[in-house]
């Protein structure tokens, strides 16, 4: 409405000496006044400037106020402005259509001026209220959306949280990780080379072999490959000189040549319990070249062995760095193996672990936890992270699982309300010999951007972090520390139970 | 029969064998070759070689292994076995680790996973002579 006026009227009647007298009279009131004399006048008029309220007249040829009224009422845009009748019909039929097509009130002529003045300023007032409250209404409805928005940006906040702080952990173990890699790489590059370098000399070596043997040593030299066997235990640096000389030994007495470096041979093939079979072999005069061509199999096989086992290493680290960080907010509940998860993540600190840590795991059977498996990764992650750095790289990390009956109940909380009998869980504790959590801080290590470390090592969200993702697991975290012990216990519920959150 | 050795160091099975297979096929029979999977073993093996008045040319160790460091373990060997010709093989750096067996142990090379053959063996030859 404008500021300036009481508000803007229009005035509809198709006898102008009505209108006169209607526009003049409620001029002087300070009304601005709009006039019209038949129905298609009055709604170009509404078009081009949307009054505050009409004043309409029934009676008018061609197009009559009901009609009029009518179609104000189904356009949305002047579907608001409220519309007074006045006429001189005062059948109570008429007032009853007229209340019907939308009208909010109905004058007869002849009329009182005081009467239209108060009836007239009763439904602008009316309407003023009724915009006001559209107004708040559109207001709210557009904090609502900020709202909305605010809460789906913290929610996507705390998600790139999850995963930047993942992202951090996995940044400190690189160096590691890339040693996990490098390691079987280099393993496959001299493997390679060796069993490339052992072929050659086979190539060379085999028809000569063949024609050297006779029929009985040709098949006494492949009972001798079949042998080799690569699944042999790994002998100690010790063990192996001690059999290279009760070997040594052995040759000797059946008066064998290089007996030294055939007892060589033949003990890192794993042939040294029962040579009798191969004496043939030994004791002819080329057995340092029947022997060299065996070794040079076995060089070849035990590499193509190593490789196997170096691709089966580096894989097993991809596997777990992808794992790792795989992170897929979408992802709905699934059953998932908890100590696969536990594995994934002790891949990913096998290097850092290495350095000083010994890891106990004491696993009972337990069933598939229907559980976030990307989420409870990031759990086993933080609190190993902890643990190792609480040990400062040296000591003894342990890991149990354990099967519940049922989710204990902590007296103190009244926020979950777990149907604890029919609610079997798993335990899971992992605990550190590390100096402990000081008594004093114990109650801060969940709250958010609380950190022990220094700047730039621990954001303080990591046990925030963990404490949410429980949350939504309907499991619970408990912490006890002491000098010397510090164990973190997560408690989820192997089936979903509804969470039944009392209000406080 | 040979009295002289060479020895390797690593936690790692293959590649213990992967590396001595390479390092015998360079050297052939001029030399015994002797694994170890740890520092403590390795420690063990020196002590019964030089009882056997083996003696040991060059040790090619591992720094990361469980237990005992590279690092540490070469400064062991180089109190009581100055002359053995010490190189580390890692695939990871650590650069004062690495600093730490240089002075203390008089490293004489420092080779990094996955090496390269003839790198490894440029190094031992001339560590050798």
Redesign the interface.
């Known amino acids: 409405m404008d500021n300036n006026t009481k508000g803007t009227i229009l005035v509809v009647d198709d006898t102008r000496a009505n209108v006169r007298l209607l526009a003049g009279l409620l001029d002087e009131q300070g009304y601005n006044i709009q006039f019209a004399f038949n129905g298609n006048m009055a709604l170009t008029s509404v078009q081009r400037l949307l009054p505050d309220l009409i004043l309409l007249d029934i009676k008018m040829p061609d197009m009559d106020g009901f009609e009029v009224c009518k179609r104000l009422k189904e356009d949305p845009y002047s579907s608001n402005v409220p519309i007074i009748f006045i006429s001189a019909l005062d059948e109570v039929l008429d007032k009853v259509k007229a209340f019907s097509v939308g009208a909010v009130d109905y004058i007869t002529k002849p009329f009182q001026f005081q009467e239209v003045l108060v009836r007239v300023e009763t439904h602008l007032k009316l309407r003023n209220l009724q915009r006001d409250v559209e107004e708040k209404n559109a207001e709210l409805g557009q904090a609502n959306q900020q709202l909305s928005k605010t809460l789906a940006d913290l929610k996507a906040t705390q998600d790139e949280l999850l995963q930047s702080e993942k992202m951090a952990v996995l940044g400190q173990l690189v160096?590691?990780v890339?040693?996990?890699?490098?390691?079987?790489?280099?393993?496959?590059?001299?493997?390679i080379?060796?069993i490339t370098?052992?072929l050659d000399y086979s190539l060379q070596q085999l028809p000569r072999l063949l024609t050297l043997l006779s029929p009985e040593e040709r098949a006494d030299f492949m009972w001798l490959i079949e042998t080799i066997t690569c699944n042999k235990e790994?002998l100690?640096?010790?063990e192996t000189?001690k059999l290279r000389r009760v070997l040594k030994k052995t040759l000797e007495e059946y008066n064998i040549d290089q007996s030294?470096?055939l007892a060589?041979r033949l003990v890192e093939m794993g042939v040294y319990e029962d040579i009798t079979p191969y004496l043939r072999l030994l004791k002819h005069p080329e057995s340092m070249f029947i022997v060299q061509t065996a070794y040079n199999l076995y060089?070849q096989k035990?590499?193509g062995r190593?490789i196997m086992?170096?691709v089966k290493?580096a894989s097993k680290v991809v596997f777990a760095l992808r794992s790792y960080a795989r992170y897929d907010v979408s992802a709905e509940m699934s059953k998932a193996n908890i100590i696969e998860g536990l594995d994934i993540v002790l891949v990913i600190y096998h290097?850092q672990i290495?350095?000083?840590i010994e890891v106990v795991t004491n696993y009972e059977d337990i069933p598939p936890v229907l559980c976030y498996p990307d989420e409870l990764n990031q759990v086993w992650t933080n609190i190993i992270h902890n643990a190792i750095q609480a040990m400062q790289g040296k000591g003894r990390l342990e890991i149990a699982i354990r099967r519940l009956e049922a989710m204990p109940i902590d007296p103190a909380s009244t926020e979950i309300d777990l149907p604890t009998s029919t609610n079997p869980c798993i335990v899971v504790t992992i605990a550190d010999n590390g100096p402990g959590i000081p008594l004093e801080i114990q109650d801060n290590i969940f709250k958010p951007f609380f950190t022990t470390k220094p700047t730039g090592e621990g954001s303080g969200l990591g046990l925030d972090i963990v404490q949410k993702i429980i949350n939504r697991h309907n499991g619970k975290i408990e912490v006890n520390s002491q000098p010397g012990r510090t164990a973190f216990s997560i408690y989820l519920p192997v089936k979903y139970e509804t969470k039944l959150v009392k209000n406080k | 029969?040979?009295k002289k050795a060479i020895l390797c160091v690593d936690?790692?099975?293959?590649?213990l064998?992967?590396?001595r297979?390479?390092i015998k096929?360079h050297f052939g029979?001029t030399y015994?070759y002797?694994?170890?999977?740890s520092a403590d073993?390795a420690l063990?093996?020196i002590e019964?070689l030089d009882e056997?008045q083996i003696e040991i040319l060059i040790i090619v160790s591992d720094w990361?292994?469980?237990?005992m460091?590279g690092d540490e373990f070469l400064i062991r060997v180089h109190e009581k076995f100055p002359r053995i010709v010490k190189v580390m093989?890692?695939?990871?750096a650590d650069e004062i680790a690495i600093e730490r067996a240089k002075k203390h142990a008089n490293l004489y090379s420092y080779i990094?996973?996955?090496?390269d053959?003839s790198e490894l063996i440029n190094t031992l030859k001339a560590g050798l002579s």
Not at chain 1, 179 to 191: C, D, F, K, V
């Open positions: 160096a590691g890339a040693h996990e890699i490098n390691s079987p790489l280099g393993a496959i590059r001299a493997s080379s060796n370098n052992a790994r100690s640096s010790r000189r030294h470096l060589e060089i035990n590499n190593n086992i170096a290493k290097n290495k350095r000083g | 029969m040979v936690d790692e099975e293959i590649i064998t992967s590396l297979d390479q096929n029979d015994m002797e694994m170890a999977e073993e063990e093996v019964e056997d990361l292994m469980p237990n460091k093989l890692t695939g990871q990094t996973k996955p090496w053959e």
